[in-house]
């Protein structure tokens, strides 16, 4: 828990300026993707929504979005951002059922521990609708540690496609590597996924 409690301080002492270097990127190539492999009008969880830009997105393009995030005071910032109630949810405690066509975990579930990273893998599972749709994004890399004062679980296309073979109810639909587009990261690159439920 100290890795979870030392990433959740960061976000919480660096909320305003974290959000406002995030929330104007312009994300819509990799959304548009996500969207299009869901029902329209579609019910989304953002998992960790921060500045609550994907949301805004999904809301825009016809889906009833829940938002969540693990920092108090993400959560006031995006939820008076959105006009709309922003859930305080750690990954770990969320425990919905057959919930939604799709959840959206970008740079999120990155900060957390492989092993806890498994565990809501599946809650991710059973919050899901029938065939429903994940993205996620992780840091490329075989990095785990603290970094910057956050805890992060990097991945590659082979340590990704071990990770996954634990959690068979999921079939990968798309992977590929992009650079992240914040003007001061251009080095950095990111590991995207999009998952579908094969039941």
Known sequence: MTEVNET?????????????????????SIQDQFLALLPEGGTVLDFGCGSGRDSRYFIDHGCTVTATDGCGEMCRYASASLGIPVKKLLFTELNDENQYDGIWA?????????????????????????????????????????????????????????????????????????EDIRPDHGQEKWLNLLLQLTY
């Open 106 to 178: 970008c740079a999120s579930i990155l900060h957390l521990e492989q092993s806890a990273l498994h565990d809501v893998f599946e809650k991710m599972i059973t919050a899901l609708k029938s065939r429903g749709i994940i993205y996620t994004s992780f840091k490329y890399g075989d990095f785990h540690g603290i970094r910057n004062g956050r805890y992060f679980t990097d991945f590659t296309e082979t340590s990704i496609a071990d990770f996954l073979k634990i959690h068979k109810d999921l079939r990968t639909e798309q992977m590929w590597i992009t």
């Open 8 to 28: 959740l301080a960061y976000y919480e002492n660096n909320c305003r300026a974290f959000a406002e270097n995030t929330g104007t990127l312009d994300f819509s």
